[in-house]
T-cell receptor
Framework: NAGVTQTPKFRVLKTGQSMTLLCAQD?????MYWYRQDPGMGLRLIHY???????AKGEVPDGYNVSRLKKQNFLLGLESAAPSQTSVYFC?????????????FGDGTRLSIL | GQNIDQPTEMTATEGAIVQINCTYQ??????LFWYQQHAGEAPTFLSY??LDGLEEKGRFSSFLSRSKGYSYLLLKELQMKDSASYLC??????????WGAGTKLIIKP
């Protein structure tokens, strides 16, 4: 009963490096989301997907790309990491985007960019 | 712009009752969620309100007034494990969640 699994849990990058964060869910959810959480701020939506093969921009998409090739997986890529992207990244999934369907979150990836 | 306000930090005593307020101004409204987040962990779902009134779920209750743009989360019989951040989030007209910065609740024995 894994729910939403994120890998890796921690990562330190140098400015300019690239990396991919992986999110996998086993609940057969259609919707998946990538957020970042910074001190003193609410969760901010980076990108989201409403189904396999679809992606859409959220509130803060610049510097990130995503792909949803399989329904259960949602990948977040950092093309050229910058110190401003130091944050905790959360992936979430939900059955639908409407009504009272709650989002289920992974344990997060703590990313530091030096 | 869209805005969700909640107190940054609150302190309460074990066994007592605490009310965490949330006010919002958003483009449209399709429901309000409360989540709990322990330090270093993922947010977990607590409650959902879409109609005015009080929803009770064990020791936790959530209230909504759409006309006032206001909600509160009421925690009764506080336990040390309730020490966490409580996040208020509103589902806007585009069905995207707008999140408050969270209220850090400190429980003292």
């Amino acid at each position: 009963n894994a729910g939403v699994t994120q890998t890796p849990k921690f990562r330190v990058l140098k400015t300019g490096q690239s990396m991919t964060l992986l999110c996998a869910q086993d609940m057969n959810h259609e919707y998946m989301y990538w957020y970042r959480q910074d001190p003193g701020m609410g969760l901010r939506l980076i990108h989201y997907s409403v189904g396999e093969g679809t992606t859409a921009k959220g509130e803060v998409p610049d510097g990130y790309n995503v792909s949803r090739l399989k329904k259960q997986n949602f990948l977040l890529g950092l093309e050229s990491a910058a110190p401003s992207q130091t944050s905790v990244y959360f992936c979430a999934s939900s059955y639908s985007g409407s009504g009272g369907q709650p989002q289920h979150f992974g344990d997060g990836t703590r990313l530091s960019i030096l | 712009g869209q805005n969700i306000d909640q107190p940054t930090e609150m302190t309460a005593t074990e066994g007592a009752i605490v009310q965490i307020n949330c006010t919002y101004q958003t483009s449209g409204f399709n429901g309000l969620f409360w989540y709990q987040q322990h330090a270093g962990e993922a947010p977990t779902f607590l409650s959902y309100n879409v109609l005015d009134g009080l929803e009770e779920k064990g020791r936790f209750s959530s209230f909504l007034s759409r006309s006032k743009g206001y909600s509160y989360l009421l925690l009764k019989e506080l336990q040390m494990k309730d020490s966490a951040s409580y996040l208020c989030a509103v589902l806007d007209s585009n069905y995207q969640l707008i999140w408050g910065a969270g209220t850090k609740l400190i429980i003292k024995p």
